[in-house]
């Protein structure tokens, strides 16, 4: 099993660029997650999938948009980058929606820089 | 909302001797779940330690062990016979409990950065 992949790992934008963070994962997971981590912060919950056709706002949404494209990939969308959004991006998934077993497994991250 | 809260942001430990790490959260729920995850160099997020708010029984995992007061809401976490491969980021994350279509949302703290010398 791979886990959690993201794609791309590195991506270098100009402001006002649109692009799309790829995340996919082969456990058959139901939910799914989008984080941003900042310097000096931990990581802040963008956008999440309860379950495969539901996506929710998480705490910092504003500028980000999602697509559940199917039970395993669920992918973020930048319409219009902005400085601002230079962090590093996790993806995340857990089996069920709900439960103490539910681990969330972390992708490997995908640094965005914006300039 | 959810608040946690790791007041230090970086500790060092020399090898082989042990470490705490703090953490406090605010919150109104009763029905809670509290993690610990290590970030090294590489970037990947690894799931240390898991709490539930209603046991009262502290979490062990080998080397790493929680403090979990309840009443204080506080979380700490002792690293043990601390090695090398510990030296990362040390996140403390706040999960409440929640009804199956609402999914599991972590808030986490702003991180302590340990570093194990030899």
């Known amino acids: 099993n791979a886990g959690v992949t993201q794609t791309p790992k590195f991506q270098v934008l100009k402001t006002g660029q649109s692009m799309t963070l790829q995340c996919a994962q082969d456990?058959?997971?139901?939910?799914m997650y989008w984080y941003r981590q900042d310097p000096g912060m931990g990581l802040r919950l963008i956008y999440y999938s309860a379950s495969e056709g539901t996506t929710d706002k998480g705490e910092v949404p504003n500028g980000y948009n999602v697509s559940r494209l199917n039970k395993r990939e669920f992918s973020l969308r930048l319409e219009s980058a902005a400085p601002s959004q230079t962090s590093v991006y996790f993806c995340a998934s857990t089996r069920r929606s709900g439960g103490i077993t539910d681990t969330q497994y972390f992708g490997p991250g995908t640094r965005l820089t914006v300039l | 909302a959810q608040t946690v809260t790791q007041s230090q942001p970086e500790m060092s430990v020399q090898e082989a001797e042990t470490v705490t790490l703090s953490c406090t959260y605010d919150t109104s729920e009763s029905n809670y779940y509290l993690f610990w995850y290590k970030q090294p160099p590489s970037r990947q997020m690894i799931l240390v330690i898991r709490?539930?708010?209603?046991?009262?029984q502290n979490a062990t995992e080998n080397r790493f062990s929680v403090n979990f007061q309840k009443a204080a809401k506080s979380f700490s976490l002792k690293i043990s016979d601390s090695q090398l491969g510990d030296t990362a980021m040390y996140f403390c994350?706040?999960?409440?409990?929640?009804?199956?279509?609402?999914?599991?949302?972590?808030?986490f703290g702003g991180g302590t950065r340990v570093l194990v010398k030899p």
């Open positions: 994350a706040f999960m409440k409990a929640v009804i199956k279509a609402a999914g599991n949302k972590l808030t």
């Open positions: 456990m058959n997971h139901n939910s």
């Open positions: 709490q539930e708010a209603y046991k009262q």
